[in-house]
């Protein structure tokens, strides 16, 4: 099993990550404009 | 699986076997998954009372919560959710992830509902259908060495999908004032998009191994808290508490439509896990049918309208089934499931997850020497616990003051145990919930 830092990472450098959190934050925004 | 296939049939003949197996309990789950979705979109409605849209989302947030701990525990046990952790920890930041991108985009269709209306915002946030299928694609290997038929059928469908939605956007214009139309396609575009980025997490978790079960338990933790945040922030503590306690006798009827909606959602886990996101996402979004029925048959919706918003919303909704159908009828060969099994070693390489795991929980089956989940005395408490919270405000509820055609309503919960019977038994009977 890796080590939490190593774990840490490849989440990090993994793009699948990366396109979840960018989409969270314009659902955001879009929930602020709404408002 | 039959006794005397597993002693006489060879092992490729069996694999073949097994996997056709679970393709088609993921279409089972997918079509309960519809059922149950559909079902609990329906308490939103009360959002025509006079209570924030905010704060109708943070109720159900609490139902689910509740549902996601000790559903969990009653199938399986809190002991199988910590084994699954022990062996891929990193899943709990996705399984959060996808429980914040659920909160906004929940929170995004009661806004929605409250402009547009439930039968005309359903379709256009079940366009995340067509999301998942492209991050399938892209992502996890999905619809690759598929064939031209099988691939067709999944494009076609979702291009149907796309012409009902639009259909039913423009039956949306006419409805309301203009402003807050075009902030209810927007706000139901939204959540679509969001619920499809939601997929990505749901397919990194059922290729490394996880658990449906174990998921959603920690996805739990993303929505309650991304929505408490997003309730503070949006009304601050003291005015909230002020609305809740408003409230409070209709509490019980939305913490309800989160329950129901988790029993939806873990039917739409398991499709995602065995009929991978580009066909189990479609197939649960038969939700919109679900919706429309509710809508229009329990809570009087489109009553009054014209004929031509009727025939749009009906043609509308029919394209988008007759896309559903053609995403189903077009299941994985072993060529594609071949695609599906390289991207599970790339996870489990990138994670350090154990391959033969990965491997087994892929086919629905625990690993040789596993220990067997069990119930224990923490699980029959969080059971006994969620229990006596919707009890107390069960006792506290009234029937809202709404016109409701119970006859129509009590038939639909009908069907909804209906689904849950065959299907619960058909998964129990091939995977054990595995």
């Known amino acids: 099993m890796q080590p939490n830092t190593t774990r840490l990472a490849s989440i990090l450098t993994d793009i699948h990550f990366w396109v979840p959190v960018a989409v969270l934050l314009g659902g955001l925004l879009l929930l602020r404009f709404i408002r | 699986m039959h006794p005397d296939s597993s002693t006489q049939s060879p092992p490729a003949v069996q694999d073949v076997s ?47 919560f509740l549902a996601r701990w000790s559903l969990p525990a009653l199938i399986l046990g809190t002991s199988s959710v910590r084994a699954d952790v022990r062996r891929a920890p990193h899943l709990v930041i996705w399984a959060l992830l996808a429980g914040c991108l659920w909160a906004v985009a929940n929170t995004l269709t009661i806004f929605a509902i409250r402009d547009i209306g439930l039968s005309i915002a359903f379709p256009l946030w079940n366009s995340n259908s067509l999301l998942g299928i492209l991050w399938g694609f892209l992502f ?91 309730s503070v922030s949006s009304l601050g503590l003291g005015p909230l508490w002020q609305e809740l306690l408003s409230a409070r006798s209709v509490i019980f009827w939305l913490m309800l439509g989160g329950f129901v ?119 029959w408490l969080l059971v006994v616990a969620a229990t006596s919270v919707f009890v107390i405000f069960a006792a506290m509820a009234r029937v809202p003051q709404m016109s409701l055609h119970w006859a129509p309503a009590a038939l639909l919960t009908a069907v909804l145990f209906l689904f849950l019977i065959v299907s619960g038994l058909a998964l129990w009977r091939t995977t054990r919930f595995n």
Not at chain 2, 40 to 50: D, F, Q, S, Y
Not at chain 2, 274 to 293: E, H, T, V
Not at chain 2, 356 to 366: E, I, K, L, S
């Open chain 2, 261 to 379: 909606w988790v029993i939806g959602d873990i039917f739409q886990q398991y499709a995602a896990k065995y009929a991978g996101i580009s066909r189990g996402i479609p197939l649960s979004n038969s939700n919109q049918l679900w919706g429309l029925l509710w809508g229009i048959l329990v809570f009087g919706e489109l009553h009054g309208r014209n004929s031509s918003i009727y025939l749009e919303v009906i043609g509308g909704s029919l394209l988008m089934m007759l896309g559903v159908g053609a995403i189903a009828l077009s299941s994985a060969t072993g060529q594609e499931q071949t695609r599906w099994k390289e991207a599970a070693i790339r996870e489990s390489n990138r994670y350090g997850v154990a391959a033969d795991f990965v491997a087994a929980r892929m086919d629905g089956r625990q690993l040789a020497g596993e220990v067997k989940p069990s119930r224990r005395v923490l699980d």
């Open chain 2, 18 to 64: 097994r996997s056709k197996k679970l393709q088609l309990l993921g279409i089972l789950s997918g079509f309960a998954a519809g059922a149950w979705l559909g079902a609990a979109e329906a308490p939103t409605k009360l959002v025509a009372i006079g209570i924030s849209p905010m704060v109708i989302s943070l109720i159900m947030v609490v139902g689910v």
């Open chain 2, 140 to 230: 996890f290997n999905e619809l690759r060495r598929a064939g031209g038929r099988r691939r067709a059928g999944v494009l076609g469908g979702a291009l149907v999908m796309c012409l009902g939605a639009t259909l039913l956007a423009i039956a949306s214009s006419g409805h309301g004032p203009a402003a807050h139309s075009l902030h209810g396609v927007c706000a139901a575009l939204g959540a679509g998009i969001l619920w499809g980025a939601m997929y990505i997490p749901y397919r990194k978790a059922y290729l490394t191994g996880m658990n449906p079960l174990s998921f959603v338990t920690f996805f739990s933790f993303g929505e309650l808290g991304m929505m408490t945040i997003l």
